[in-house]
């Protein structure tokens, strides 16, 4: 596995505004704010920029922050003893990702997030999100419900896991992430999905087939 | 499958102020409330008598509230196509049961919820809930870090489908519910954890071995 530490902190007061139009977008589908409290809350946040393949986060890491995603796509997963990977999420602009245990509950990761593609994120750090949601009621507000949102997709997953055949894994995973056939590659889709590579092409010529 | 509709509401405000000690308990664990507050907050909750076997929660219901457990255990399910049950989640007393899905996003329930023991519980309405965060930013606050415990909760039980062997995902459904063993029947756990009556059985003598 490549573990590069290609990490570039963005300093920049400009180039982090330059990268917040999409998490201003997104307090805004749920909230208002002014110029002047989105410039307070932005000061809260790190610009970070990382090449395709390196690691945001690896299990054994302290002080975990949560990271919205501004460009790219990342993957979070676990490793088991025998060395295999275990997708848990995928990111895409617009989400948040983190290993959200570790982050909570302010505790060693012990999870995996790897950058799919080059990515753009905006990271906060635990103490500065509650800082902010003690400040602010409607950032309290917003927070609860993405956290809402997050349990809801959870519990998703964990039926999907229980109730569903593979064939409608697949269909539930194209729900979910509905630009990922083209963008990452097939061997983690079926990982995701928990089938074979062979499988997942079958399934996949089958879809092609329908929607024709 | 038992449907009977026992559902009994208590109107009489003692008898809630009787069922609140545990909410409150659990509240103030993350805030603090004056007896004021805590009054107020309380006329938002209706409190319910449920016997054994009988639903809270039906999959096709509208306007789904949220639920505390005062005494009792509960289970949420969902029953597929062939009419196999799959667990999602027990509730103790301390916890909070729903179809959070149905709950946050105001949608028909696709899920059930069944008393496994005579209950007690305190029910609240979404709109409710959302007035009382609206009203208290303390409130906003104390379910944002229930919610953010559930979403965790929901990492851990996908982490534990994708990575455990049977043996240690009976460990972990020990650790989530330790008083669980002697209190439901041993069929409901064989199937949150996803294994056969007699795979469980056997299991259960390793236990009682490795503890004495």
Redesign the interface.
């Known amino acids: 596995m490549l573990r590069a530490s290609t990490t570039q902190t963005v300093k920049s007061g400009n180039k982090i505004g330059q990268m917040s139009l999409l998490l201003r977008k997104q307090f805004e589908s749920i909230i208002s704010l002014t110029d002047q409290e989105f410039d307070y809350i932005l000061t809260h946040f790190s610009a970070k920029k990382l090449k395709k393949n390196s690691y945001l986060l690896e299990a054994g890491q302290h002080n975990v922050s949560k990271f919205f995603v501004n460009k790219g796509i990342l993957k979070s997963y ?1 490793i ?1 003893k025998s060395g295999k990977e ?1 997708i ?1 999420q995928f990111a895409e602009p617009d989400w948040w990702i983190t290993d ?2 570790a982050f ?2 302010e505790t060693e990761a012990t ?1 995996y997030v790897d950058c799919i593609t080059d990515c753009e994120l905006l990271s906060i750090t635990k103490e500065n999100l509650e800082k902010l ?2 400040k602010f ?1 409607k950032l ?2 917003f ?2 419900i993405k ?6 997709a ?6 999907s ?3 569903l055949t593979a064939t409608e894994r697949f269909d539930h995973f194209l729900d979910q992430y509905p630009n990922f056939m083209q963008k990452i590659p097939k061997y983690l889709i079926a990982s995701y999905i ?1 089938v074979s590579r062979e499988m997942l092409s079958r399934m996949t010529k089958n879809v092609t087939n329908r929607t024709q």
């Open positions: 676990y088991d275990h848990l959200y245990k909570f509950n999870i949601a003690r009621h309290e507000h927070f609860r956290s809402n949102a997050g349990y809801v959870s519990q998703e997953r964990i039926l896991m229980l109730k928990g």
